[in-house]
DNA sequence: AACTTGCACAACCGCGCAAAT
DNA sequence: CATTTGCGCGGTTGTGCAAGT
């Protein structure tokens, strides 16, 4: 399967590219334009597999790709992202523009990993060193241990977890979040607001952010928890709108319908209204259905609590969830409330 | 000057997913 | 429905260079 042994295929160069390679491969791009990459060399006379030719025009090539050193801003939202997102390069970049996932990988091994430890923060929790607290109350994992994706079940749940939070997370959207981050940690630092009505997202850190809000929709049986993966794989959410000034969004929850599904009803409305609670629940008892709801400052911002955490389920395997305020276990809830035929299509 | 160490960068490699067959 | 193929992702390794000893 895949492309195991490209490299290792006789009479194929490997290691660096020459300045003759290069621009074969460009010339050829230039004219047939980007995929087929198996076959692209034989046709653009590169002695190369195709993979490798994939990866120099995605990492160097291609117009676009920034060069040199990153700027303190770039370094500063690469921490935040990966705060969020962890090791998930390729969703980073794409809040980076011009930075490729493989770069922004580079200087988080060369160099902001242990920056981060010679701070005294841990790089992979971004918890201080001195906290023994665990990252999220469920999870019993090590995270080393889930940071070299040790397990079969891990790594099948990264998969999942980078397509929903691609999805949960568009470009540009993550910056209002991280705005409300940085405002709970001045919060933190005595600038005490009004808009943080009661809740807990009072400390300092991913964790005290980052909460399974509902932690029994998770709580499943095997077949369940098979069930929820495929359905979860399947949900989506659209951010139709975002005004920054304003602070708020529009949230499309949901899928392209079966037409002959009725449970899904189009151009459906909910206003989200005030509320003080941060909890998943709060949207779960407001949206029943798929539809769009709106989110205004105060229940944005008091729902936005940005995580990944690992469930444990009833079978033993450990998945992420990024969670997205409540909107994570909202979709989830749709989801496993939706009929089959509802399942396995996208909105876009 | 020679050697070691650390850093930055580029590329390799294996795996899993999804579309195609 | 099973298998094959193409691709993207993330972890790891290799290499060159600069700074330090």
């Given at each position: 399967m895949g492309t195991i042994g490209c490299y290792d295929v006789e009479g194929l160069r490997k290691g660096a590219w020459t300045a003759e390679e290069d621009k074969k491969l460009l010339v050829y791009i230039q004219e047939h334009g980007e995929g087929g990459w198996r076959s692209l060399p034989d046709k653009a006379g590169l002695k190369r597999c195709g993979k490798s030719c994939r990866l120099r025009w995605a990492n160097y090539l291609r117009p676009g790709v920034k060069r040199g050193k990153f700027s303190a801003e770039e370094e500063h939202k690469i921490i935040e992202l990966h705060a969020?997102?962890?090791?998930?390069?390729?969703?980073?970049?794409?809040?980076?523009?011009?930075?490729?996932?493989?770069?922004?990988?580079n200087i988080w091994n060369s160099r902001l990993k242990k920056r981060l430890a010679k701070m005294g923060i841990n790089?992979?929790?971004?918890?201080?060193?001195?906290?023994?607290?665990p990252r999220s109350k469920s999870n019993e994992l090590d995270l080393n241990q889930h940071q070299a994706g040790s397990s079969l079940s891990i790594s099948a749940s990264?998969?999942?977890l980078n397509?929903?939070?691609?999805?949960?997370?568009?470009?540009?959207?993550l910056d209002t979040?991280?705005?409300w981050q940085y405002g709970q940690e001045k919060l933190t630092e005595g600038d005490e607001s009004s808009t943080n009505t009661g809740n807990d997202n009072s400390g300092i850190g991913i964790d005290e952010r980052c909460r399974i809000e509902s932690p029994g929709t998770?709580?499943?049986s095997n077949s369940a928890s098979t069930q929820s993966h495929s359905k979860m794989a399947s949900m989506s959410s659209q951010i139709l709108s975002h005004?920054?000034?304003a602070n708020t969004c529009d949230i499309k929850v949901g899928n392209t319908c079966n037409p002959e599904c009725t449970m899904w009803p189009s151009g459906n409305t909910l206003e989200m209204p005030r509320v003080a609670s941060t909890s998943s629940w709060v949207l779960d008892e407001i949206v029943t259905k798929p539809g769009v709801f709106h989110c205004s400052e105060e229940n944005w911002q008091g729902t936005s609590s940005v995580s990944i955490e690992d469930y444990s389920c009833g079978d033993g395997s450990i998945y992420d969830i990024v969670g997205i305020g409540g909107a994570y276990d909202t979709v989830s809830n749709i989801y496993t409330q939706l009929p089959e035929e509802c399942n396995g299509t996208i909105i876009h």
């Amino acid at each position: 399967m895949g492309t195991i042994g490209c490299y290792d295929v006789e009479g194929l160069r490997k290691g660096a590219w020459t300045a003759e390679e290069d621009k074969k491969l460009l010339v050829y791009i230039q004219e047939h334009g980007e995929g087929g990459w198996r076959s692209l060399p034989d046709k653009a006379g590169l002695k190369r597999c195709g993979k490798s030719c994939r990866l120099r025009w995605a990492n160097y090539l291609r117009p676009g790709v920034k060069r040199g050193k990153f700027s303190a801003e770039e370094e500063h939202k690469i921490i935040e992202l990966h705060a969020v997102l962890g090791n998930r390069w390729s969703i980073i970049s794409r809040h980076l523009p011009g930075r490729t996932d493989n770069e922004i990988k580079n200087i988080w091994n060369s160099r902001l990993k242990k920056r981060l430890a010679k701070m005294g923060i841990n790089p992979v929790t971004h918890m201080p060193n001195n906290t023994s607290k665990p990252r999220s109350k469920s999870n019993e994992l090590d995270l080393n241990q889930h940071q070299a994706g040790s397990s079969l079940s891990i790594s099948a749940s990264a998969q999942l977890l980078n397509k929903v939070a691609a999805k949960l997370v568009p470009s540009g959207f993550l910056d209002t979040l991280k705005s409300w981050q940085y405002g709970q940690e001045k919060l933190t630092e005595g600038d005490e607001s009004s808009t943080n009505t009661g809740n807990d997202n009072s400390g300092i850190g991913i964790d005290e952010r980052c909460r399974i809000e509902s932690p029994g929709t998770m709580n499943m049986s095997n077949s369940a928890s098979t069930q929820s993966h495929s359905k979860m794989a399947s949900m989506s959410s659209q951010i139709l709108s975002h005004d920054p000034s304003a602070n708020t969004c529009d949230i499309k929850v949901g899928n392209t319908c079966n037409p002959e599904c009725t449970m899904w009803p189009s151009g459906n409305t909910l206003e989200m209204p005030r509320v003080a609670s941060t909890s998943s629940w709060v949207l779960d008892e407001i949206v029943t259905k798929p539809g769009v709801f709106h989110c205004s400052e105060e229940n944005w911002q008091g729902t936005s609590s940005v995580s990944i955490e690992d469930y444990s389920c009833g079978d033993g395997s450990i998945y992420d969830i990024v969670g997205i305020g409540g909107a994570y276990d909202t979709v989830s809830n749709i989801y496993t409330q939706l009929p089959e035929e509802c399942n396995g299509t996208i909105i876009h």
